[in-house]
């Protein structure tokens, strides 16, 4: 079982690409950001080639964050995620069928895993279950439930997060997050949205990881 640091490290950067990887941009989180000296406190240590770059890019934008800054990523944010223009398919349905469906088999699968494990997706209704931001805020709940038994010293309670987790990631997200992720940087604007799909991409090899070290 990986320890309890690492366990919160991963389970707070899933947070934070859920919050960002949506319709709507939470401007009082990259304020908060800003405040944080974001790009010094990452919680992924170790970052790779992708992380590197993409802290390099958010460090310049969180340090002139401003309120024409903030209306610029706004607007990147409407156009990736919301259109008009061919806006960045967010689900797991569109990049893993033939015919890239929006619904398919695996948004079911999704929305089973959360109704099996108590998760009620944020914003229900609005999106399908197997979107991007509702995939990374399941397994940052898994990891912070982990945390919590870790801390009770309930080990077969952590053991079954952490596997239910594992499993989860590697049954969805492992199969089509990394393209949608190349999607975002390839289409973004903003150093904001580059700079936080490269992030993505290093929190993706970061999770596999930890659900190998784990297993």
Same mark, same amino acid.
């Not at 919050?19 to 170790?46: N, T």
């Not at 999607?183 to 973004?188: G, M, N, P």
């Given at each position: 079982?990986?320890?309890?640091?690492?366990?919160?490290?991963?389970? %707070?950067?899933?947070?934070?690409?859920?919050?960002?990887?949506?319709?709507?941009?939470?401007?009082?989180?990259?304020?908060?950001?800003?405040?944080?000296? *974001?790009?010094?406190?990452?919680?992924?240590? $170790?970052? $790779?080639?992708?992380?590197?770059?993409? #802290?390099? #890019?958010?460090?310049?934008?969180?340090?002139? #964050?401003?309120?024409? &800054?903030?209306?610029?990523?706004?607007?990147?944010?409407?156009? #990736?995620?919301?259109?008009?223009?061919?806006?960045?398919?967010?689900?797991?349905?569109?990049?893993?069928?033939?015919?890239?469906?929006?619904? &398919?088999?695996?948004?079911?699968?999704?929305?089973? /895993? *959360?109704?099996?494990?108590?998760?009620?997706?944020?914003?229900?209704?609005?999106?399908?279950?197997?979107?991007?931001?509702?995939?990374?805020? *399941?397994? /940052?709940?898994?990891?912070?439930?982990?945390?919590?038994?870790?801390? &009770?010293?309930?080990?077969?309670?952590?053991?079954?997060?952490?596997?239910? %987790?594992?499993?989860? *990631?590697?049954?969805?997200?492992?199969?089509?997050?990394?393209?949608?992720?190349?999607?975002?940087?390839?289409?973004?604007?903003?150093?904001?949205?580059?700079?936080?799909?490269?992030?993505?991409?290093?929190?993706?090899?970061?999770?596999?990881?930890?659900?190998?070290? /784990? &297993?």
């Amino acid at each position: 079982m990986m320890d309890a640091n690492t366990l919160i490290a991963s389970s %707070a950067a899933c947070g934070f690409l859920a919050r960002i990887f949506r319709p709507g941009l939470d401007r009082d989180l990259l304020r908060r950001c800003a405040a944080d000296r *974001f790009a010094e406190s990452w919680p992924i240590d $170790g970052a $790779g080639a992708d992380g590197d770059a993409g #802290l390099a #890019l958010l460090g310049p934008v969180f340090d002139g #964050l401003d309120e024409p &800054a903030l209306d610029s990523i706004e607007r990147d944010n409407t156009a #990736l995620f919301i259109g008009p223009d061919n806006p960045v398919p967010m689900w797991e349905s569109v990049w893993t069928t033939k015919d890239r469906l929006l619904f &398919a088999d695996c948004t079911s699968d999704v929305e089973q /895993a *959360f109704a099996r494990a108590g998760f009620v997706v944020p914003g229900a209704g609005r999106e399908p279950a197997d979107h991007l931001a509702h995939e990374f805020s *399941f397994i /940052a709940a898994l990891l912070a439930r982990t945390v919590a038994a870790v801390e &009770a010293g309930n080990t077969i309670q952590a053991r079954r997060q952490i596997e239910t %987790a594992a499993a989860f *990631f590697d049954q969805h997200p492992a199969r089509w997050a990394a393209d949608c992720l190349r999607d975002i940087e390839a289409r973004a604007s903003t150093d904001f949205y580059r700079g936080a799909a490269l992030l993505g991409t290093d929190a993706m090899a970061a999770l596999q990881r930890l659900f190998t070290v /784990a &297993a």
